[in-house]
Structures are given as structure tokens and as C-alpha cells.
């Protein structure tokens, strides 16, 4: 199929990053293990410098965290057969046989360092890179998140709008309190498969003018999180470039897929609500979600029983998780705090006829 050109497509920034920060990654893996200098490549001339340095630093985090990995002596494939194509995290029944046929690895470990997590076949469940991020892209994302004020609500069908979860917070917030699902291609509820049409989600068209405003403000943080997919998860990667590819094709998207920067075809921002304990639903038991999280709190850890872990959450963590596989929660938090959920849809892949993508897989460096 002919693509149309791509200098008007935000995403062909974000595959300039990506293969900056992959080919940074390669390389200083390789020093680390062999112990001597390597090469490293040359980024785009189109890159800033503020973002080279920050592929710099953020693939040192990433190199350390693939040399430090913690495994779990159970089988993924073997795990993802018992769950079942939706699970919620909330079937009693099915979380206690869970538990029972795959026990937690640690009575509780906490993680406050960058490592990754692996089956007992080095298949990667997790990246857990605890205040990866610096403290100017920290501000990038609250920044924009500012910008969707309009657009955040509570109340609408779903546990992850209820009330009950959002922090008081007085007159002025820093982030409104709220959620914002925002995606360039996706199906309207209750209207899903081949028969019914495409649409990028209610808040871009609804929220035009701050959904705009929020595009082009968080368009270099989008393509540094995609980057570091394009390291974690390769395969998911590109099958998220071929299905955003697809969707521009289609006249009603083109305007949002253009402006897209991300390349999960959705992303969820949730401000100031503590996550209650969950299973996501939108993607493959072998699909990891990025979360990232920011505010102006400390002292939080993301908590996944599935391992027996605890992650140290404090701003600037990023953490990819296969988040069917591996249940999570999230409580209040002291302060102020926006996460940026970061995933796949599955139903998408199937009506654009992506082949779905497999686990990520530790390789011997």
C-alpha cells in the first residue's frame, strides 16, 4: 500500500526518537558487557540537544535496568491461559486460583531501583524504572495535563470515573481532578468490529481547542515515551507504527493521526485519584502498558501482588507492565498527582489486520 508523505506526520519525529534511543540502548548494552568503549551513533539533526541528552540518560536507566533483571519461576503463557481473554482483577473466584497455581515470588519486595521482570522462560512481564524521568520533562507533562482541565470527568459509567476515588483538592488545583481517555482511532462504546467506523475518542473531537492545545504541548513527551517502547517492547512498537499508519489512511482520522505523537493508540491521563486494585483489558496478556506519573507528591509505591511487589512511584517513574498479567493498584497520594496510561487496542489490531505481537524476551546480552 502507498503511504502518503510523511513530513506533515508528528509521528515521523517520534521514529526519529526511537531509533536514537534504540540504537543508544544497543550500544551501551554492548559496552557494559564487554567491558570497552563502543561507538555510539549519531542522533537526527532534527533532534534538540535537550532531548539527546536525555536519550543519553534515560538509556543509561534502561541499560541497568536489562543487566538487573528479577525473575519469577512461573510460566507467562501458562498464567495468561488461566486468566482468560477479559479479566478485571475483581473475579474473586479466579484471583484466588490464580494466587493458588502461581504464587507470589516475594511475601513483599520493594523496588527502588531500575530492573525489569521476567518469566522462568526470560519472557519480560515488567520494566520498573523508579524516577527515570528529569525534572524538566516532569514539567513538560504537567504542563500539558493543565491543559485538559476541560476535559476531565467523573461520574460517566466505570468504576475508573467514580467519584468515591478522586482527591479533594481545593480551588485552584494544579490538575483538575479527572480522567481524559484521548485516542487519534478508536471504537465508540458499544460499537465494536469491522461493521462500525473508526473514530478518533469524544475528548479530541469534543474538547477540540484544549485537546489541540494539549497535542502540541505534550507531542516531544509522547515520542520520548514511544521511544522507550521501541527498547522495552520492540515488536509492539511497530506493530503500533503499522496500525496508526492504517488509520491515517481513512479521511474521518487524518487530522487527529497527524498530530499524534504517541504510539499506543490510546492514552489515559488521570489526575489526583487513587487506582483501586485492576487487571487492564484493552490489549494482550503479552502487551505492556507505560505508566507514567508526576505531581508534586512522595512516598507512593505502585503495588503488583501478582509478584509480590511494590514499586517506589515517587515523580518521574515510568513503569511498562503486561497489565492484564499482573494485577495493580495505586493509593491516594500526599500531594498533587497526574499518570499518563500509556496502551494498545486490541480490537483496533484486529480490524486493521495487525498481527498481534508477542511477549518481549530477555535475551542473553
Known amino acids: 500500500m502507498m503511504h502518503m508523505a510523511e513530513t506533515d506526520w508528528a509521528l515521523a519525529y517520534t521514529e526519529l526518537v526511537a531509533q536514537y534511543l534504540y540504537d543508544l540502548f544497543q550500544a551501551k548494552l554492548q559496552e557494559a558487557v564487554a567491558g570497552s568503549p563502543v561507538s555510539l551513533p549519531s542522533p537526527s539533526t532534527k533532534l534538540s540537544i535537550w532531548v539527546v541528552i536525555e536519550c543519553m540518560e534515560i538509556s543509561e536507566v534502561l541499560v541497568t535496568a536489562y543487566l538487573n533483571p528479577i525473575s519469577v519461576d512461573w510460566d507467562a503463557d501458562m498464567y495468561a491461559d488461566q486468566i482468560g481473554p477479559k479479566p478485571t482483577g475483581k473475579g474473586a473466584k479466579l484471583e484466588e486460583r490464580l494466587k493458588k497455581n502461581f504464587p507470589p515470588q516475594f511475601p513483599s519486595r520493594l523496588v527502588s531501583s531500575p530492573t525489569i521482570v521476567v518469566d522462568k522462560h526470560r519472557r519480560v512481564l515488567a520494566w520498573l524504572l523508579p524516577g527515570v524521568l528529569s525534572k524538566k520533562r516532569q514539567a513538560a507533562f504537567e504542563h500539558a495535563t493543565t491543559m485538559l482541565a476541560e476535559a476531565f470527568g467523573k461520574g460517566s459509567p466505570g468504576w475508573r470515573a467514580d467519584p468515591e476515588l478522586f482527591k479533594e483538592v481545593g480551588a485552584q488545583p494544579k490538575f483538575a481532578p479527572g480522567i481524559a481517555t484521548l485516542s487519534a482511532g478508536w471504537f465508540q462504546q458499544g460499537h465494536k468490529g469491522k461493521s462500525f467506523p473508526i473514530e478518533a475518542s469524544a475528548s479530541l473531537r469534543r474538547f477540540s481547542g484544549c485537546s489541540g492545545a494539549w497535542m502540541a504541548a505534550i507531542a516531544e513527551s509522547n515520542a520520548v515515551v514511544s521511544a522507550m517502547l521501541r527498547v522495552m517492547q520492540p515488536d509492539l512498537y511497530h506493530a503500533g507504527m503499522r496500525c496508526l499508519r492504517q488509520l491515517r489512511e481513512e479521511p474521518q482520522l487524518r487530522e487527529y493521526v497527524n498530530r499524534w505523537t504517541c504510539v499506543t493508540t ?36 505502585l503495588k503488583l501482588p501478582t509478584l509480590g511487589m511494590e514499586v517506589e512511584y ?17 493509593p491516594p497520594a500526599s500531594g498533587e498527582r497526574a499518570c499518563y496510561a500509556y496502551f494498545m487496542s486490541s480490537e483496533i489490531f484486529t480490524c486493521k489486520d495487525i498481527e498481534f505481537p508477542h511477549w518481549a524476551k530477555l535475551s542473553n546480552p
Not at 316 to 321: D, H, N
Open 266 to 301: 490510546a492514552v489515559q491521563i488521570i489526575a489526583n485519584r487513587k487506582t483501586p486494585l485492576h487487571r487492564d483489558r484493552a490489549g494482550r496478556a503479552a502487551w505492556m502498558d507505560i505508566l507514567v506519573t508526576v505531581g508534586d507528591y512522595s512516598g507512593l509505591r
Open 314 to 330: 515517587d515523580p518521574g517513574s515510568v513503569v511498562a507492565i503486561c497489565g492484564m498479567m499482573l494485577s495493580h493498584s495505586v
